[in-house]
């Protein structure tokens, strides 16, 4: 059964190794040890580091003491029954669907749990200092079980969601397995994806040669193109290079600047990579011979394709 439960509790509460006037650095460090679902947690709810800060403040030290030593000699047996309770109910929560995963979290005590999107699917966070304040009236088991039957209850299935989940670890695998042969693994990545999504028709990467506003065609997969360099500026590719932004075009035929290199081709979706410095390296370029199928999941999977390039190779 694919791992579908994580308790992350253990660094929120690191924060009681911070003086009080830094709990905006304990905030900081929690924010990057657990980046991606705090981030959208934070997005969705509008909370900014510094209101985030100043509701840990509002709590206090003595709480949040007393809460980590409520939590210390019970979270093995509570994570144990989770696990079981998961484990023994695999059809009554759907979990072939693998969309969703439940990981604790400690937050602010407001809200038993919330659903946060991801690119690569859904995440249950349930907020350990709600069950804090409420132990005496549910058990975090309770919690999670509403918590997964409110989501089913709710969230429609997303097929889109569960193929990029399954993708980003494959080419997590693909790149630790090529950790200083770039070529071999992007050979490798437009392979994988060209398998899994059948409206990525043209799959391919433009990187900056010697000449640092030409890019130079790469790996790809589909049919050969004519474009084999791309000034800065020019077409979708080079104006993605240029303004350092992610382009998605739903019509190629309504572009003016558009560098046609296949009359099937209908949409495009163009990915800046960087280095560590923050400068342009290259780009995921892909095409489809579809209408407008691109949208913010496509986005966010291939940003994060190339933010897994940058931190490997550059």
Not at 60 to 83: C, Q, T, V
Not at 191 to 210: A, Q, T
Request: proline share 2%; charged share 30%; hydrophobic share 35%.
């Amino acid at each position: 059964m694919r791992s579908v439960f994580k308790d992350k509790t253990n660094t929120f509460f690191e924060i009681l190794t911070y003086n009080l006037f830094d709990w905006d650095k304990a905030w900081q460090k929690y924010k990057e040890n657990n980046y991606e679902i705090i981030n959208y947690y934070q997005n969705k709810n509008k909370i900014n580091d510094i209101e985030a800060s100043e509701k840990l403040k509002k709590m206090g030290r003595r709480y949040l003491d007393k809460a980590f030593w409520f939590r210390e000699p019970i979270i093995n047996e509570i994570k144990s029954n989770i696990i079981n309770m998961i484990t023994q109910n695999t059809e009554k929560f759907e979990l072939n669907r693998a969309d969703y995963t439940i990981e604790i979290l400690g937050l602010f005590g407001e809200k038993p749990h919330q659903f946060i999107e991801t690119y690569k699917g859904n995440i249950i966070v349930i907020d350990f200092m709600y069950f804090y304040n409420h132990k005496d009236e549910i058990t975090l088991e309770e919690i999670i079980k509403n918590a997964i039957n409110d989501y089913l209850k709710n969230i429609k299935y997303d097929e889109k969601r569960k193929i990029f989940w399954v993708l980003i670890d494959n080419i997590k695998k693909i790149i630790n397995d090529n950790p200083k042969n770039m070529k071999n693994a992007m050979e490798k990545i437009c392979k994988i994806i060209d398998k899994k999504l059948d409206y990525y028709n043209w799959i391919g990467f433009y990187m900056v040669g010697k000449q640092k506003d030409i890019l130079e065609l790469g790996p790809y997969i589909g049919e050969p193109t004519e474009h084999l360099n791309i000034k800065f500026g020019e077409g979708i590719c080079g104006q993605a290079a240029s303004t350092e932004k992610t382009f998605i075009i739903s019509d190629v035929n309504k572009e003016k600047n558009y560098l046609s290199c296949s009359e099937k081709t209908k949409s495009e979706i163009v990915v800046p990579i960087f280095n560590k410095k923050g400068k342009v390296v290259g780009e995921i370029d892909i095409d489809s011979h579809k209408i407008s199928p691109f949208d913010e999941k496509d986005k966010q999977f291939l940003e994060e394709v190339s933010d897994m390039i940058k931190k490997q190779y550059f």
